[in-house]
């Protein structure tokens, strides 16, 4: 199963709100995770199961979708938000883990 | 926390030993997974071991060129890399594994190392 992040790259300004696209080659119901990654650092979970915000993750984030279409809104940007994004699934048996190639959010 | 070592500079054909090793939560009872990332690309998942380390999952490119495994007495996970290319050259990671509930299996990644870099060249 392919995930396609669009769009690559988003410009915005620090208050307004983002809105990221996840799009599965396939049907994988709710089982998508999002993850932040900021230079210099491994990525870190901010969803999982398209909707669960995962442990210490602000309220701001938010993930919807199933299916095949998901989204991750980031609804009033903070200057620690700008960063790449990326979605990830598992499928199948044996397992495979796929990464979407990415979405970068940059300051406008 | 995860701490991997063991990266380092390596010719095209040869082999590499990372290690991992974890604290601060029940290593043993936690699906473990390797995932790297080349230089300026999105993360890539390589392989994962159950928590008691009886089933091991590969991404297709590299069954039978790496091998993971763990050892709980030690809370350590390693990756043995052989016949390394150039493309394998990348930022590995160490990640625990998230089971949903209901589920057996891991899908996703809560808990990441800073990596170990393995760059492969001659």
């Known amino acids: 199963t392919m995930l396609t992040q669009s769009p690559a790259t988003l410009s915005l300004s620090p208050g307004e709100r983002a809105t990221l696209s996840c799009r599965a080659s396939?049907?994988?119901?709710?089982?998508l995770a999002w993850y932040q990654q900021k230079p210099g650092q491994p990525p870190r979970l901010l969803i999982s199961?398209?909707?669960n915000r995962a442990p210490g993750i602000p309220a701001r984030f938010s993930g919807s979708g199933s299916g095949t279409d998901f989204t991750l809104t980031i609804a009033s940007l903070e200057p620690e938000d700008f960063a790449v994004y990326y979605c990830?699934?598992?499928?199948?048996?044996?397992?495979?883990?796929?990464f979407g190639q990415g979405t970068r959010l940059e300051i406008k | 926390q995860l701490v991997e070592s063991g990266g380092d500079l390596v010719q095209p054909g040869g082999s590499l030993r990372l290690s991992c090793t974890a604290s601060?939560?029940?290593?043993?009872?936690?699906?473990m997974s390797w995932v790297r990332q080349a230089p300026g690309k999105g993360p890539e998942w390589v392989a994962n071991i159950k928590y008691d380390g009886s089933e091991t999952f590969y991404a297709d490119i590299e069954k039978g060129q790496f091998t993971i495994s763990r050892d709980n007495a030690q809370n350590s996970l390693y990756l043995q890399m052989s016949s390394l290319r150039v493309e394998d050259t990348g930022v590995y990671y160490c990640?625990?594994?998230?089971?949903?509930?209901?589920?057996?299996?891991?899908?996703?990644?809560?808990?990441w190392g800073q990596g170990t870099l393995v760059a492969v060249s001659s």
């Open positions: 990830q699934q598992r499928t199948g048996w044996p397992p495979v883990y796929t």
């Open positions: 199961d398209a909707f």
């Open positions: 396939q049907n994988i119901y709710s089982f």
């Open positions: 990640a625990r594994g998230v089971v949903p509930r209901g589920s057996t299996v891991q899908y996703y990644f809560d808990l």
């Open positions: 601060g939560f029940a290593f043993s009872k936690y699906w």
